[in-house]
């Protein structure tokens, strides 16, 4: 069993920053390669990112350049740094491995990009 929170988010400007912080409790994230996905009201959860036990990472076109994922293993957390923010990226964002069956989802963390 793992669980997972994800922390982190709230509003801001288009252009400015925010860090998101995943943290896995119970079996923590194991061997798995961990990925944050975010969903937009009405639409499919997306995978934006993701980054592999020995630090392999993935990102999608949208958030390439801007967006950089880390995880600490001895701590089970997983973080995004995310850098100029745009209104597009307005989102709830949660965190999960890359294969299914995922993990249980966590609650997610909002994060609005407005003016």
């Known amino acids: 069993q793992v669980q997972l929170v994800e922390s982190g988010g709230g509003l801001v400007q288009p252009g400015g920053s925010l860090r998101l912080s995943c943290a896995a409790s119970?079996?923590?994230?194991?061997?798995?390669?961990m990925a944050w996905y975010r969903q937009v009201s009405g639409k499919q959860r997306e995978l934006i990112t993701s980054i592999s036990i020995k630090n392999h990472t993935y990102y999608a076109p949208s958030v390439k350049g801007r967006f950089a994922i880390s995880r600490d293993n001895a701590k089970n957390t997983m973080y995004l740094q995310m850098n100029s923010l745009k209104p597009e990226d307005t989102a709830v964002y949660y965190c999960n491995r890359d294969i299914s069956p995922p993990f249980s989802w966590g609650r997610g963390t909002h994060v609005t990009v407005s003016s």
């Open positions: 119970g079996n923590g994230f194991g061997p798995y390669t």
